[in-house]
């Protein structure tokens, strides 16, 4: 359990769907109703805190904010509750805390606030922010095991125990600055992350007027949960078929980089807002707000704005065309338009364009047949009918899951053999080849223009092995794939592709992991962790084990799912390494501190970059097969080509 820790959470911006969450909380009792669906990212401003365990709840700040004051009580529910009930800034905290005190075995934990640069009232949920924050302390400081979503969910139920009543989108600044898309179907709640293909100047600014926020949902929610007038039926289009259907094609456009689509949905968002929603209530026809998007000086340096949260003369946000834009565009509103206003800025995700390979083993379980072939030279027949070398095929899916340079570590004598195989064939040898296999032959020589190599010249383990291409990875994620593995996808996306969008999702350190027996665990390393999504397919690993015994992975190792079943899960053979992993591989070979006997192994390392960092453990939906065994090679021949196995 961590002792003393740094805590970040930021506010949070709702870009589309705003209102579908109570909106779509109306299916309980109509079930003809859409589901609610919002776009929501966190921004970069936020709330700071140092946070440790303590045998009261204390929540205190030198800021100017707190005026002094500070929250102190002991971790009984009933005060907590009676705090929470009566207001104001602590009420939150105090909420939250009481959630936490009726559903886990904790202490209290101290709380110092250290900056806060969240506007606050403006639509951006600085109670959400702290909320999320109170319970994250407590995950962290008392090792809770809650995922993302956990986080989330007692955030939500302690700010439910205030006068607030929040809405059910706020808390998704637990993730984040990034966008995150949640549903909402009756009571529950899904999120997941969403890709950013480029990045977005957004430019959020205060309109310095008034709304009646309480009004514009009174007024709202009179449309529901059934239609009894055709302003009703406008209403409820417009948050949930309209809202589906916008959402959509924002989701492709983030996704792709198309910053000027999102600019025209934006625009299209808020023309369909003020067509069927705006007249249901006399506050949504917000003249300022109107003021400010049709003004052609703001016009000039934008793609496209709309309204935040309720709508109304609140907040704006703007899609500016460039960096250099928003801060024009940040200055005018300020000097020009008296708006305060701050920046938030979307980029997307490192991208993997690297992949290592290690092939430098001399294949003892596979001996004699790799006295004349290397292990990664055997043949399999692939899904196309071509009976191919296993690296080839391992080398067709990186190349197709778009990376760019591979980088394959051998040993200095097996230099000769790569070369070899991709060398142009000659003329004579050429012309004999089919149309199909003459293809292949193009192909290959064309992989062999994304590869480089890196000698071992001394077998010092699997850690080793992977350090020694620390400066081709320089500051870059690299994919890790080992040779004595092929993968075969049960979708249309194969299963490298998979591993690497998962990585895009979190940007941590991520082992694709596979599902094995129990009494199979002692052959690999096993993860353990809790998962982040309903599809159980992202799991927030919190410990690494090498071939443990069965005994052990039955007390300490299995995952249970949603359905109570205790499962245990295994390395794929695939890894997205961050720079971390290099940086800790570096001080301990350097250090001179094996891992694993007398050789620097991986898993140890991977270990302590989860503890600093976090790590990740992704399940792709795809087969993972052997050719480093002899019955497992059998298997691998008979089936991996055979798509209907």
Not at 441 to 466: M, N, P, S, T
Not at 534 to 541: F, G, S
Not at 624 to 629: E, K, P, V, W
Request: hydrophobic share 40%; net charge negative; glycine share 8%.
């Amino acid at each position: 359990m961590e002792k003393n820790i740094e805590l970040f959470v930021p506010g949070r911006l709702c870009l589309f769907g705003e209102h579908s969450d109570w909106a779509g909380m109306y299916r309980s009792t109509n079930s003809a109703l859409c589901r609610g669906q919002a776009v929501v990212t966190g921004i970069e401003q936020g709330i700071y805190a140092v946070c440790e365990r303590s045998e009261e709840f204390i929540v205190r700040s030198d800021l100017e904010f707190y005026k002094g004051e500070e929250l102190r009580s002991e971790m009984d529910s009933e005060k907590l509750i009676n705090i929470a009930s009566e207001g104001g800034f602590f009420s939150y905290v105090a909420g939250v805390a009481s959630y936490i005190n009726d559903n886990y075995s904790v202490g209290g934990v101290k709380i110092n606030v250290t900056r806060m640069d969240l506007p606050l009232k403006s639509g951006l949920s600085s109670s959400a922010a702290i909320c999320v924050l109170v319970a994250r302390a407590f995950n962290r400081l008392y090792n809770l095991k809650m995922n993302v979503q956990g986080e989330m969910q007692a955030a939500f139920r302690g700010e439910q125990r205030t006068p607030s009543r929040c809405g059910r989108l706020d808390q998704a600044c637990a993730y984040g600055v990034k966008p995150v898309l949640m549903g909402f179907d009756g009571i529950e709640i899904s999120s997941r992350p969403l890709r950013v293909g480029a990045t977005f100047n957004w430019v959020i600014a205060n309109l310095m007027a008034s709304k009646d926020t309480i009004k514009i949902l009174a007024d709202l929610n009179k449309c529901f949960p059934f239609a009894e007038s055709d302003l009703d039926r406008s209403v409820q289009e417009a948050l949930g078929p309209d809202n589906l259907r916008f959402n959509e094609a924002v989701i492709r456009a983030l996704s792709e980089g198309d910053k000027a689509k999102v600019g025209r949905l934006m625009d299209e968002v808020q023309e369909n807002f003020d067509k069927k929603v705006a007249p249901a209530c006399t506050e949504l026809r917000a003249p300022v707000l109107h003021s400010v998007l049709k003004d052609p000086e703001i016009r000039k340096l934008i793609f496209g704005g709309k309204g935040v949260g309720s709508q109304g003369d609140g907040t704006v946000q703007f899609l500016a065309k460039s960096d250099s834009d928003a801060e024009k565009l940040c200055q005018y509103l300020e000097k020009k338009r008296g708006m305060p206003s701050f920046r938030l800025t979307l980029k997307p995700g490192q991208q993997i364009r690297k992949a290592v390979v290690p092939l430098a083993g001399f294949g003892t379980r596979v001996f004699p047949a790799t006295k004349s072939v290397k292990k990664c030279f055997l043949p399999v027949p692939d899904k196309d009918g071509l009976l191919k070398p296993a690296i080839l095929i391992l080398l067709e899916e990186l190349i197709d899951s778009g990376i760019e340079d591979i980088a394959l570590i051998i040993g200095e004598e097996d230099r000769a053999d790569f070369d070899e195989f991709f060398t142009p064939l000659s003329t004579e040898h050429l012309s004999k080849l089919p149309d199909d296999k003459r293809y292949m032959e193009e192909r290959i020589e064309d992989i062999g223009k994304h590869i480089r190599y890196i000698y071992q010249k001394e077998r010092l383990g699997f850690g080793h092995a992977v350090y020694l291409a620390r400066d081709f990875a320089k500051d870059d994620p690299v994919l890790l794939t080992l040779g004595d593995f092929l993968y075969r996808s049960n979708n249309e996306i194969n299963a490298t592709k998979q591993v690497m969008d998962a990585f895009y999702e979190t940007g941590k350190l991520l082992i694709a992991l596979m599902e094995v027996p129990k009494e199979r665990v002692v052959h690999y390393g096993i993860v353990h962790g809790i998962w982040e999504n309903e599809d159980e397919t992202l799991l927030k690993a919190d410990s690494m084990v090498e071939k443990p015994t069965g005994d052990y992975a039955s007390e300490y190792l299995g995952v249970m799912n949603s359905r109570k079943e205790k499962k245990y899960y295994a390395t794929f053979g695939e890894y997205v390494l961050t720079p971390e992993v290099f940086s800790e591989l570096d001080r301990v070979i350097k250090g001179g501190s094996p891992t694993e006997g007398q050789e620097f192994g991986l898993t140890a390392v991977l270990d302590t970059v989860r503890e600093k960092y976090g790590m990740n453990g992704f399940l792709p939906d795809a087969e993972c097969f052997d050719i480093g065994l002899p019955e497992e090679y059998v298997r691998t021949v008979s089936q991996f080509g055979n798509i209907h196995e």
